[in-house]
């Protein structure tokens, strides 16, 4: 069992920038560092997309909107995983999800196989 807390979040102007934060306590099986992570938003009245994923071996993914200005990292030590978000745009508003699984695709944690935390809130106006 795994529970994760998003926090972070919060507005700013475009051009600003945001670190998230996701903090994960593993009750039971695999330890934090096995885990493949990632953080995936959601905007109203769209689908949920991903953002960045990172593996338990740190190979990262990103999507293509997001490419250059955010960087995701993991401290296996403090359970924590990070995004960094520069340049911040207008497009990158939303609710922004961490997500946990044990199983990987493509550095980003399988979907219907993860945990997922409660969001945390972006607004970034122009």
């Known amino acids: 069992q795994v529970r994760l807390v998003e926090s972070g979040g919060g507005s700013v102007q475009a051009g600003g920038s945001l670190r998230l934060s996701c903090a994960v306590s593993v009750y039971s099986g695999p330890s934090y560092s096995n885990y493949c992570m990632g953080w995936f938003r959601q905007a109203p009245g769209k689908e949920r997309e991903g953002v960045a994923g990172i593996g338990s071996a740190g190979g990262t993914s990103y999507g293509d909107s997001v490419k250059g200005r955010f960087t995701i990292s993991r401290d296996n030590a403090k359970n924590t995983l990070y995004l960094q978000m520069d340049s911040l745009k207008s497009e990158d508003t939303g609710m922004y999800y961490c997500?946990?699984?044990?199983?990987?695709?493509?550095?980003?944690?399988?979907?219907?196989?993860?945990?997922w935390g409660q969001g945390t809130q972006v607004t970034v106006s122009s």
């Open positions: 997500a946990a699984s044990l199983i990987c695709r493509s550095n980003y944690p399988a979907r219907n196989r993860a945990n």
